[in-house]
């Protein structure tokens, strides 16, 4: 093996964990709320979130796998259904990192609150460079997880808004 090689698949995979941390930032600023009920639900009940993601995930990956080998039309359909799959996992996997970056207490966490998802991303997405355990089990569980805590984050939603009662103003006496 060349040093080409090494180069090529040390930046490919250095830039695979760089984006995925942009994602988890992205949607950390664009879906705040989204991704701080997330952390909650991971936080939660963390074996309901990977076990409902999984339950979910894996049979959408594998229809979106067989649409396409299939025909030009259902190829276009697949390759929309597995990165609707991918963002929805990087969605839900953004509490997730934030979970772990707000459990790695900074003193700068109050002035700059996405500190915590990129300190949580970070550790997270190095936990994806072992090989064969974070290849093929810690990086797809990231992401399965991620869709199951997008759902229970949504399912839950009625729930985690606070009932909003009028507030009459105080008579000036």
Same mark, same amino acid.
Request: proline share 3%; glycine share 4%.
């Given at each position: 093996m060349i040093m080409?090689?090494?180069?090529?698949?040390? &930046? +490919?995979?250095? #830039? =695979?964990?760089? =984006?995925?941390?942009?994602?988890? +930032? +992205?949607?950390?600023?664009?879906?705040?709320?989204?991704?701080?009920?997330?952390?909650?639900?991971?936080?939660?009940?963390?074996?309901?979130? =990977?076990?409902? #993601?999984? +339950?979910?995930? =894996?049979?959408? &990956?594998?229809?979106?796998?067989g649409l396409l080998q299939s025909a030009a039309g259902l190829k276009l359909l697949g390759a929309v259904l597995v990165s609707g799959i991918l963002l929805v996992g990087l969605l839900g996997s953004a509490g997730l990192a934030r979970l772990v970056g707000a459990r790695l207490v900074s003193a700068t966490d109050g002035a700059y609150p996405w500190r915590r998802v990129l300190r949580g991303g970070v550790v997270l997405s190095i936990t994806f460079v072992l090989p064969v355990v974070g290849w093929f089990f810690v990086l797809p569980l990231t992401l399965a997880s991620g869709v199951g805590a997008v759902i229970l984050s949504r399912k839950g939603d009625a729930a985690a808004q606070p009932a909003t009662t009028p507030v009459a103003p105080a008579a000036n006496a």
């Open positions: 080409a090689d090494v180069f090529k698949i040390l &930046f +490919l995979i250095l #830039g =695979v964990l760089i =984006v995925t941390v942009a994602y988890w +930032l +992205l949607f950390e600023a664009l879906f705040r709320r989204i991704v701080e009920r997330a952390s909650v639900v991971y936080e939660c009940n963390p074996c309901k979130v =990977v076990m409902l #993601g999984v +339950l979910v995930s =894996v049979p959408l &990956f594998l229809v979106s796998l």
